[in-house]
């Protein structure tokens, strides 16, 4: 196994068949780091991508297709299922899954909810105590446009279902809100996603990303991280899946951070456990952070893309071994251990994205980069056709570099990028600039 976890057969004292499920650039990056484990023998994907082909055996099954996931765990005899994304397991996968017999790294569908349903996060949120914005839920357009009209704008426009990471409307005018809460709940854009919308006060700060291993009792933070969701330098223009990401944040200091864990993830894990509910897997919380501390934006019940991208390249010690831990409830018997280099992954798209976009483009340049010890490549929207690599999605692929801080990661990151061609690539230029910023204010890492 080599750096980049190119795939070289069996490995001696591997031990089990793992299956990781999903196609993007956090699917590439969980491939990569399952296969650099001594327990990993054989690695299996599905439906992966252009480059995650060439690091495990990819199988043919969509994302959610539950029952088709299932089939081949079982008659493949794998002993470990890793989700990616958050449609399988808001459908049941885990607890599909566990009556099979079948071990699988995520929430079961109860707990999927946290970011199934917002108004079951926001409620779960008010319950325990924990720092959110202030709510209120709707199920009916005149009440919505009331309460609108009696609390002004800025508001902020949830809808309440799954919409791909576009049910989030931050409205700086009453009709800016009006009009979203005419798309979600009277032209339904987002089908039964929004027939129920939440409308929440704006909250102002900085946002970061913040991710836990939890086995339902103990919580085992990762590094911190911010993801870039405009699709334009200085945060300009439309939300996207998320353009580049880097990790650790500067903004969450040593004293933030265990905050964040003792004001924020303890009482949750507690208070579902507290209630008979065990969140195994990993949880990840996107904050905000305002004057008065860190409020919770949003859960989501799985590796953020592309946070994944920017912590895995960091994490020295084994993840088959901690994603085990989670299932069997042995997570106190794990640390994790970090390299101290910072890592920032910038993102490739196609021409037009996050609107309709361009495929079926060669990439090209992808062989040039040799510095595999600082600069990873993480395919996301990519297809393999005759040995050629082809766009076949918005965010095609990331690129990760690693150095001793943001400064060379970001360096190391666009040296790399800058080798990639494809008709009509896209990317940032600025990925990193505001957390190089605060460090050159002085502030603490
Ligand atoms: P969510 O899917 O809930 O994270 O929302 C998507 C994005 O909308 C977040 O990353 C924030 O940028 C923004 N957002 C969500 N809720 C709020 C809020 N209460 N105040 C300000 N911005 C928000
Ligand atoms: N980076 C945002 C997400 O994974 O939802």
New binding site residues.
């Given amino acids: 196994m080599d750096y980049r976890g190119n795939y070289k057969g069996k490995k001696r004292g591997g031990l089990v068949r793992i299956f990781v499920v999903g196609s993007g650039g956090r699917e590439h990056a969980l491939v990569w780091k399952i296969a650099q484990s001594e327990k990993a023998d054989r690695v299996f994907c599905a439906p992966g991508n252009g480059g995650i082909e060439k690091i495990a055996e990819v199988v043919h099954i969509k994302a959610n297709d539950i029952d088709g996931l299932l089939a081949f765990a079982e008659n493949s005899k794998m002993d470990l299922t890793v989700i990616g994304p958050e449609v399988p397991l808001v459908k049941g996968v885990v607890d599909r899954f566990n009556e099979a017999g079948l071990k699988i790294f995520g929430p079961d569908r109860g707990l999927a909810m946290l970011e199934g349903s917002?108004v079951f996060a926001k409620e779960t949120l008010k319950r325990f105590g924990i720092p959110t914005?202030d709510f209120k839920v709707f199920d009916n357009p005149d009440k919505a446009r009331d309460y609108l009209r009696q609390k002004g704008a800025p508001i902020?426009v949830?809808a309440d279902g799954l919409a791909a990471?576009k049910?989030?409307v931050?409205a700086k005018t009453i009709e800016e809100a009006g009009q979203a809460i005419e798309s979600m709940m009277v032209k339904k854009i987002f089908g039964r996603s929004g027939e129920r919308i939440i409308l929440?006060?704006?909250?102002?700060g900085e946002?970061v990303s913040i991710l836990i291993f939890s086995d339902g009792r103990t919580i085992l933070p990762l590094v911190s991280s911010q993801d870039h969701?405009r699709i334009l330098d200085n945060d300009r223009g439309p939300?996207t899946g998320g353009m580049g990401a880097y990790s650790p944040a500067p903004v969450v200091s040593d004293k933030l951070f265990n905050d964040i864990i003792a004001d924020i993830f303890r009482p949750l894990i507690n208070g579902l456990l507290r209630e008979g509910k065990s969140y195994k897997g990993v949880l990840y919380a996107?904050l905000?952070i305002t004057k008065s501390g860190p409020m919770v934006?949003?859960f989501n019940v799985r590796f953020g893309d592309p946070e994944t991208q920017a912590i895995l390249p960091r994490l020295k010690s084994d993840l088959v071994g901690v994603l085990t831990a989670c299932i069997d409830g042995t997570l106190d018997k794990v640390k994790l251990d970090w390299d101290e280099r910072a890592c920032l992954c910038v993102v490739a798209a196609s021409k037009g994205y996050p609107g309709a976009y361009e495929k079926h483009k060669e990439i090209h340049g992808l062989g040039n980069i040799k510095d595999e010890k600082e600069i990873v490549i993480f395919h996301a929207g990519t297809a393999s056709k005759e040995g050629r690599i082809f766009t076949n999605g918005g965010r095609v692929l990331g690129v990760a570099g690693l150095g001793k801080d943001i400064v060379s990661a970001k360096k190391k990151a666009y040296e790399g990028m800058r080798k990639i061609r494809f008709d009509g690539i896209y990317y940032r230029r600025d990925i990193g600039d505001k957390a190089i910023k605060k460090l050159e204010q002085g502030e603490p890492i």
């Fill in positions: 917002k914005a902020v949830k990471g049910g989030v931050v929440e006060e704006c909250l102002e946002e969701k939300n996107g905000m934006l949003e």
